[in-house]
């Protein structure tokens, strides 16, 4: 039975960005070919959360399944703006405080039902502010949806709600399901959560859990024309090797979201049969973070994190160790992004200023043993890169006479003692960007965070300026106020380092070469595939 | 003889219930010493963070209250069949299990026939040859079988056959892409588990030729052999009759003592082979901390190695009559 207690082998929001990997994605280039109809798409992905209601549970691993079928009210377009979904326009009052949405016309549910502003009202209210992870936050004032007609959607929220904010986070938040099949029902545990009733171009077969989800066309999309693919099935396959074997085998199709290791992405990149790389996943980066817990008081002098930046040598870990997927972030909103400004303060490697700081912060070698300026543990979550980074990060801090000690456990052991009980010393983990800071970015550093939360501020570090802009930039509707605020945030925190955002990378994915108009926009493997197709 | 079977089967039965009670309380402490809880291993797989969300989880799993309390609970609720409520799944745990039941049974008693058969005939061949190259070429093989890990040869074996070869699929119990029912599903099924089932096999296979090997080299030195001779009974005849029905004692004794290995491979091919079994739900039920789940796969698994044994010990019965005479 030792067999269980094996860690399993998925390559958990792995990858990283191909800037040498050998081939690029170019999807959607070959304007000249006509699309074929018909056929099969199999695609697989490493995770399965066992629901497929989009409007109370937000999570790559659900978006990947449920994209197809349930449509959100506003995407993103090729260049990362707005585009109309179920929305086909909006508009923010002067104030902010009112944001009035117009519904496309002609949408039929899969029942054959008409989508109408009461399905927006009804999810808004019902779903996304009562039970959507982030959803509760992102729509903690609004107090009402009006519908005037049925083809008017007007959100009424208590304080500004920056239109900008809103439409980004609107792609993986704002999901609507039909309110007909909801209301009055006990939502959480609705059988349409696992056989899921959408507007999108594909409708729901079949789904094992933990296997698969089988869709096929919906004849009836409004968007005429589309799907060009008869069936769409994704596969859950967290077994990396397996998935590989699967994918060149020509068992399925593509592979998104990191799901294979790494040298798997440098093989088959040199591979005709296949397209490897980062293209289609541009609108949610990845950092790998490096948090102290500054309730230890060696560690709550920011001189020691600076001292830790300083000793790491992340050129050298990303070329050598990392084979060119990421690269040295700075700050904590990634380059590309909307809010990023560069020079915010930065850490290039130094080890005779890091031993400098660890003497002025009073950690001089001897202290923690012969030779030893601090000794600790080290903390990383469950990822091939994660762990891998910490033991650089280990083997780094031992040149410059910190001891760390690593304990490793699986990702649920991570969530209880580092988001949870806070029995740490130095973690390591991923965070994922949200297109907006104010959707799962700030909380890695605002205070006063309960415990239990992942991927916020386990830290214990409190900065009443950055908790104040933090507050302000939420509901502040001028775009250069804006980002003015964040920029000042980024200062802050990168100046301070609570937790240093050190390395940036965008997740991969792997291709067939048959499929077309693929990775087309920058969050293409949770978009819905309407017009992907697969030549013969 | 049918009564006193039953008599058997009931003492059986008693004789495991103190044992699979103090299987159960063990794993739920030990699962408790493992950090995080079921709502933990969901937050980290959803990859996003709520400071809401977590307690209203926990609320609606029920894993809010102290350990001894949901122990008792969890006790009560087993003592009227139930098995409580999968939070990986949100349906009965009974339902899920009985749901991946038939993937892993194929693979376990295919696995296990196979290994059987082709075991016990080569282990004949091999004991008949004895010193000489079958015997050697065969005592060789079998020991790179036993010492080999059984991923290995599913991941060699998926890149052979499906990869370069592209003769066998390379995972899945079906062809999701393909629409198929009646005897074209079963034949689809079946060519899926041809890799997995000669992984699973080959292990056991090398097992039970070195055992049948040797238990048929110690009968064949038999009085009762030579007295089978002596009678004029001719060399097929007395390897059949027996020879092989006195050294299957052996072999068939491991057999019901591996049933129970056999399930912990299964972990290991089902996740290689992404086969919707038992063994794989196990897993992740260890990865979510899915305390319901865990302890419904135990109790099915131990009911499961229980009947085995008692199979077994059947088997024994018709083997060699003068084992029900004692009892």
Known sequence: MSSFLLPRRHALLAGGAALLAPTVLTGGARAQETPRRGGVLVAQTFSDLRTLNPAIRTSFAIHVYTSKMVEPLVDLDAEGKPAPRLAVSWESSPDGKTITFGLRKGVQWHDGKPFTSADVQFCAMEMWRKYQNFGTQLHRNLTAVDTPDPHTAVFRYSVPMPLPLLLRAAAELCQVVPRHVYEGTDILNNPANTAPIGTGPFKFVSYVPGQHVIMERNPNYWMEGFPYLDRVVIRCIPDA???????????????????????????????????????????????????????????????????????????????????????????????????????????????????????????????????????????????EGIRQLAVFIQQSMKKVGVQLDMQVMDSPGYNRKVNTEWDFEICTDTGTYRGDPAVGSTIWYRSGIPPGTPWSNQFGWKNEEL???????????????????????????NSEIPVWMALQQLMMSAVNVKVRNDHNMPRWPSSSWHDTWLAS | ????????????????????????????????????????????????????????????????????????????????????????????????????????????????????????????????????????????????????????????????????????????????SANRDGFAFLADVAVHLVLPVTTLALIYFAIYLRIMRASMLEVMTLDFIRTARAKGVRETGVLVRHALRNALLPLVTVLGLQAGAMLGGAVVVEGIFTLPGIGSLALDAVLGRDLNMLLGIVLMSSVLVILVNFVVDLAYARLDPRILAQE
């Not at chain 1, 908790?467 to 945030?489: C, G, H, M, Q, W």
């Open chain 1, 467 to 493: 908790d104040r802009v933090s507050d302000e930039a939420a509901t502040e509707i001028d775009p250069d106020k804006r980002k003015a605020l964040y920029n000042r945030f980024a200062t802050i925190a």
């Open chain 1, 241 to 383: 090797p397996a998935a590989v074997a699967a994918l060149e085998s020509g068992d399925v199709m593509l592979s998104v979201y990191s799901s294979l290791p790494r040298v798997d992405y440098v093989r088959l990149g040199k591979d005709s049969r296949f397209r490897v790389g980062t293209k289609g996943n541009e609108a949610n980066p990845l950092f790998n973070t490096i948090g102290f817990n500054t309730r230890r008081p060696e560690l709550a002098d920011p001189r020691v994190r600076r001292a830790f930046a300083h000793a790491l040598d992340l050129d050298f870990y990303t070329k050598n160790f990392d084979y060119g997927f990421s690269r040295r972030a700075q700050g904590p909103w990634p380059s590309g992004s909307t809010f990023f400004v560069p020079g915010v303060p930065d850490y290039p490697f130094d080890p005779k200023k890091a031993e400098a700081l660890f003497d002025e912060a009073r950690l001089k070698r001897g202290t923690a043993g012969p030779g030893l300026r601090y000794k600790g543990r080290i903390m990383p979550n469950t990822s």
């Open chain 2, 1 to 176: 003889m049918i009564l006193r079977l039953f008599w058997l089967a009931l003492r059986r039965l008693a004789a495991s219930l103190p044992c699979l009670a103090i299987i159960f309380v063990t794993l739920f402490f030990l699962l408790q010493l493992a950090p995080g809880d079921a709502v933990d291993a969901m937050l980290s797989q959803m990859g996003t963070s709520d400071d809401r969300l977590a307690a209203a989880l926990r609320d609606q799993y029920g894993l809010a209250g102290p350990q001894s309390a949901r122990l008792l609970a969890y006790m009560g609720r087993l003592a009227h069949f139930d098995l409580g409520q999968s939070v990986q799944y949100g349906k009965p745990v009974l339902d899920v299990i009985l749901s991946r039941v038939p993937a892993t049974l194929a693979l376990m008693t295919s696995a296990l026939l196979l290994a059987f058969i082709l075991g016990s005939a080569v282990g004949i061949v091999a004991a008949r040859r004895v010193n000489r190259w079958p015997d050697t070429l065969i005592s060789t093989l079998g020991l790179v079988f036993y010492a080999t890990p059984s991923f290995w040869f599913g991941l060699m074996g998926i890149l052979l056959f499906s990869v370069k070869l592209g003769w066998l699929p390379s995972g899945g119990l079906t062809d999701v």
